[in-house]
């Protein structure tokens, strides 16, 4: 995942739940230490890899890929052949498209249709018709979904085609009145775009770790826009927390549990946007659901380049990243 990901979101005007609820205004700023920690801790270990630990707690929104359609278009045919992409995908793969789209340079329209034809993604799809204009944002990640999108449309016999769009705000009232048809979109951040734009920026979040829930608020709300979705892939862009490959070996570490117990201490650094010590969905979300007491904090970005080279170098113990961001794929 690149950092634009990050900069749609913040565009789109409070629309992530997971970067914009959990990290989402000004706020903390620098170093900050807390010498009422008490404990040895997990001090940073360098590393040129990076993992994600398991968030086994349920912390983040369920910010899962789903179609977005409009509801005119949204036939039996055109949503399942939709959903044959949703169910070829999962995190670890959109981890390895994004490499491709962001390390390697593959042009995201390429890297959709190579992975279209190893998964075997035309076979056996419904046949539909009609013109059908698919939005992608403009980032790499959206871009190959949007192309996926359009390669099983195509081999439906609907007449596509893929037109770049700018952020939610935007795009939103354009899918909601049939200029695009189709986004491919991120089931937490957009339920909570919808409730906010229903209910009010302060509206209370309907958005839920719990993927289920979600889209039953996600579907609620867009009905009343004359919205449809597809089924949610199992692939997920959303907020998570890593470190270094060798931090993991050395301290055991696998999941967020783990770390709380054994890395507590003085020693471990956390690292976030500047905002992260005061929202919910990072450093207070960490501390009240995991119980973990870190001895300093380091102002970064929001999963960008700063927090993985932050990891990298060994200044943090432990950083906000995206969970399909392309470092993760490795070396």
Partial sequence: MTPARVAVGILAGLSVAALVAGCGQAGSSGT?????????????????????LKDDKHLQNSDNIVPAVNAKVASPALLADLNKVSAALDTPKLIQL????DVDRVPPQKVAANFAK???????????????TIGAANFSENKTLAYLYKTVLDAGGFKTSVRT????????????????QVVPEY???????????????????????????????????GAKDGLKFGEPSAAADENAFGVTKEFAAKYKVSTLSEFAAKCNGKATILGGPPECPDRAFCQQGLESKYGMKFGKFVQLDAGGSQSKNGLKTGKVSISL??????ALAGS
């Fill in 98 to 101: 994004n490499k491709q789209a």
């Fill in 321 to 326: 990243l995206l969970s399909s961001d392309a």
């Fill in 165 to 180: 769009i700018g952020n939610r705000e935007l795009y939103e009232p354009a899918l909601e009145k049939g200029e695009i």
């Fill in 187 to 221: 089931a937490a951040t957009l339920t909570e775009f919808l409730n906010q734009k229903a209910n009010g920026k302060n509206a209370k979040a309907v958005a839920s770790p719990d993927i289920d829930t979600t889209m039953k608020a996600l579907t609620s709300l």
């Fill in 118 to 132: 190893s998964a075997n993604l035309t076979s056996g799809v419904q046949k539909g018709s009609g013109s059908v």
């Fill in 32 to 52: 900050k230490k807390d010498s009422n920690v008490k404990g040895a801790g997990c001090a940073p270990v360098a590393g040129s890899q990076l993992v994600v």
